[in-house]
């Protein structure tokens, strides 16, 4: 019977259940947490084996051989060292031995090897093949090829050393008696060995990456927002046991941190503007160490543009008398629309007292001059804004004397009614020597006419013929035109009034207006156009 036949009888439907195995060992490996596995393992050990199959054993009478079945063999051991080129995958190579009363079996096999990394233990599987020795106390040592198929758990007992609980294996072997054993007898000229082996041992790790440990990385959805507006912060853990749940602790120092697993959201409603930090504290409560992590991310918070409060402020009045109160009201507006007061009232000069956005200043005992009264308005943030308004305080001069009325001159000429008769020249004679008795003093004429006179400037010109006479020549004393001050009255009399006033008073004398003195050139006789008479020379 020819080799692949014997593959396809005795042993394919033993390898479709190991391959089926190897297939969920691969697949769960490469979901499996990826820990950091050492390069080279070496395992050394116990092996039972049961070859599972008959060796020639002398003959009998008729000259045939006969078949012996080769026992369990208790007595072994095995070793088995891997390069591990993945986490998960390894090339294995394989010695395994077993003896028993002269007859002993030796595995020498290489193939690939799948394992399942977990926290506590190992799991494997194995397809090897190779050359399997045989030997045997009747006809000696034989050589053949073999395959095996199996799998196996190691329990993690230190970080490099694990404890193999169980290795079980299929073990195939063929092998060639046909110089001992003649055509006739197929089955043991060519023997196919469909045996089992188990193991247990120690396994012993070399080299390898450090153990990753676990870490975390927090992100948030914006780097800078404005005041109140929503952050959200998101961690992502990586090198953990996928299998194990996590717990996430969120903290922050800008604003009311909630958090929900892996994602958090910062709540930035009355946070200053600045920079701040969202920290996650990630943990893995089924393990005992290498279990936790932490992150951090940052942001920025901006507060909305802070615009100073605007103000205004006026007086009323604006004007006053010393002594008058003055009402001052300022106005103040924030851009912002935040709550404002206005306080901190000042003046310089004068008292103030303010309430609110009014105050009073009392102008009692103050100097004339301007008084300035400020405030300041502030806002709920601090901000500050100030103004102030003016008023002119008036301080009126102590009353002067008043002005007297000196006397009167009548013109009851009807043809010349301008003209200066001899009475009036006497009574003006007494004026010009009270000027001369009040050197500071001086002297208002009021000129009036009657409503039925009919010439044109008539009381102007009584009131300008009087000055010229009292200026001219004529007078026994003649008196500084510039003292002298010509009105028109409204007294409806033929008459001229003389007003003396003393120095600093002022004339109080109502419904006057100054005459235009060009109304002389209009006088046919005016004293003025007269020429003085030449002075005498000394004898």
Known sequence: MSLCCDLR????????????FSLAVFSTAALAQQQSPPKFDLFAGYQWLNPGGNIPDGTNAAGAVLPFKLPSMPAGFGLAGAYNFHPNFALEGDFGGNYKNGNDFQTYSIGPRAMYRGEGLNLFAHT?????????????????????????????????????LIEADYQWARQNFAKQVPSDQPDLRRPSYSGARLRTGVVFGFGGAPVIPPAAACSVDHAEVMQGEPVTATATASNFNPKHPLTYAWSGNGGTVTGKDNVASIDTKNVAGGSYAVTAHVTDPKMKKDNEASCTANYTVKEPPKNPPTMTCSADPSSAQAGTPVTVTCTCTSPDGVPVSVSGWSSTGGTVSGNGNVATLTTTGASAGPITVSATCTDSRGLTANSSAQTNVEVPPPPPPKSSKLSQCDFPNKVKPWRVDNT????????????????DAKLVIVGNSEP???????????????????????????????????????????????????????????????????VVKAVPDHPAKKKAPAKKKAQ
């Open 9 to 20: 009888k005795g042993c394919f439907a033993k390898t479709r259940l190991l391959l089926v």
């Open 128 to 164: 090897l093949i190779g050359l399997n020795h045989l030997n045997t106390a009747s006809f000696g040592g034989h050589n053949g090829i073999g395959a095996i198929l199996g799998g196996g758990i190691d329990l993690h007992v230190l970080k490099h050393v694990d404890f193999r």
């Open 424 to 439: 009036c020249k006497a009574i003006l004679d007494d004026v010009a020597l009270r000027l001369q008795q009040e050197a």
């Open 452 to 518: 039925t006179e009919k010439r044109k400037n008539l009381a102007g010109e009584r009131a300008v013929n009087s000055k010229a006479y009292l200026s001219g020549g004529e007078a026994k004393q003649a008196i500084d035109p510039t003292r002298i001050e010509t009105r028109t009255g409204n007294a409806g009399t033929r008459t001229a009034e003389y007003w003396v006033v003393p120095a600093g008073a002022t004339f109080d004398a109502t419904g006057t207006t100054p005459v235009d003195e060009n």
